[in-house]
Nanobody
Framework: QGRLVESGGGSVQAGDSLRLSCAAS????????KAWFRQSPGKEREFVAA?????????VYDDSVKGRFTISRDNAQNMVYLQMSRLKPEDTAVYYC???????????????????WGQGIQVTVSD
């Protein structure tokens, strides 16, 4: 069974940076689309960023993080990363890594298309 394991979360101050990592097991091919979603208490799960698995490394970001967050991947290590900069209190959430086998770019931000999910990791940003 495929597994995704997130790491790198924690508590930081507004304006700080943080890097999340996600390790995928062998069953989750490096060519799968990889993404990050987040969820705050009382809110729906929301899309953060996604990256394609092919050589184009197409990336898509939610407007709320565009210019502050960067998603990247290392196919050799089957890892995906989320570099978060200029963090804001509203970025506080549980962040989830996700992977999907066949997702068109227009659907990168739609969570039902993703086949595998990590357990989530807390990111807390204080004023």
């Amino acid at each position: 069974q495929g597994r995704l394991v997130e790491s790198g979360g924690g508590s930081v101050q507004a304006g700080d940076s943080l890097r999340l990592s996600c390790a995928a097991s062998e069953r989750i091919l490096s060519a799968y689309v990889k993404a990050w979603f987040r969820q705050s208490p009382g809110k729906e799960r929301e899309f953060v960023a996604a990256i394609s698995g092919d050589d184009s490394r197409l990336t898509v970001y939610d407007d709320s993080v565009k210019g502050r967050f960067t998603i990247s991947r290392d196919n050799a290590q089957n890892m995906v990363y989320l570099q978060m900069s200029r963090l804001k209190p509203e970025d506080t959430a549980v962040y989830y890594c996700a992977a999907g086998a066949t997702i068109t770019p227009t659907a990168f931000d739609e969570w039902p298309w993703y086949d595998y999910w990590g357990q989530g990791i807390q990111v807390t940003v204080s004023d």
